[in-house]
């Protein structure tokens, strides 16, 4: 599964009028055989794409829900080679688009050509690479078109204009516009201007662009929804997941669809 997986699964999504939801789940949390049932779950309960985290001891962008859930699949024996393995062996029983969300080191250690290429064998559609800044890509874009993964990138409200509009033009699949300055984690407020962000991002960006960080209630899923294309909820899914509350995904999901708007 490529990146024009992803790209379609996004345009028909907004085709259909529904606003783009992508859930955050961490790879190995509760062990790796739960894995294709939890994305099973979430592509039957309305997903557009699912942001599949690879659980690393030294978190950057991660608040203590996640953090915690990274341990959990570290305790478990979780890494990116077994994480691929069973995303390769269980690929052609799902057909939502997958993208990985992992800190550059697992992917520098496990071998930069050899990750893509397994990604690819993988049915992988892109990565989101959070403490990769433009300015350190180098030839790594190149790898990614060669291997036709989407590298998707981060926006952030700390960034300038000039620098939000590269940022934008260089993304594939949709520009991550992230809604809080800090690590991930539900919040009960933003800031005045988060509109305003969101628009602005819209009006440079010819991807689709999905809010996320600090995203935890259906609320927040359409306050957010109405200003861009739709939202990515990380520790808010992950943590229900743990407690085994799929009602609140459900809700979270629903909140994004027309008939729900």
């Known amino acids: 599964m490529t990146i024009s997986k992803l790209e379609s699964a996004l345009k028909q999504t907004l085709a259909s009028g529904n606003k783009i939801f992508i859930p955050y789940i961490m790879a190995g949390d509760g062990g ?4 294709p049932e939890q994305i099973a779950f979430l592509a039957e309960t309305g997903a557009t794409a699912i942001e599949l985290g690879i659980p690393f001891s030294d978190p950057v962008a991660d608040g203590p829900v996640i953090q915690e859930a990274g341990l959990r699949a570290l305790s478990l024996g979780a890494n990116l080679r077994s994480i691929l393995a069973i995303l390769e062996e269980t690929k052609h029983e799902r057909t939502i688009p997958i993208v990985l969300m992992s800190y550059f080191n697992p992917i520098f250690a496990y071998g930069l050509e050899a990750c ?18 433009i300015e ?10 060669r291997e036709e993964l989407g590298l998707i990138r981060l926006a952030t409200l700390t960034s300038s204009s000039d620098r939000l509009e590269k940022i934008a033009e260089k993304t594939t699949g949709f520009l991550y516009a992230v809604t809080v300055t800090g690590t991930t984690g539900e919040r009960h407020q933003y800031i005045d201007s988060i509109g305003e962000y969101l628009s602005k991002l819209k009006q440079i960006s010819k991807k689709p662009v999905v809010a996320g960080f600090g995203v935890s209630t259906p609320e927040q899923v359409k306050r957010l929804s109405q200003y861009c294309d739709g939202v990515i909820v990380g520790s808010k899914i992950v ?21 729900n708007n």
């Open 32 to 35: 790796l055989d739960q894995l």
């Open 116 to 133: 893509l290429q397994d990604c690819r064998r993988a049915g992988v559609s892109g990565l989101i690479i959070p403490d990769l800044p």
């Open 136 to 145: 350190e890509e180098g030839i790594i874009p190149e790898l990614f078109a």
């Open 239 to 259: 943590k229900s997941l743990h407690k085994n509350d799929r009602q609140s995904i459900t809700e979270l999901i629903g909140a994004t669809k027309l008939t």
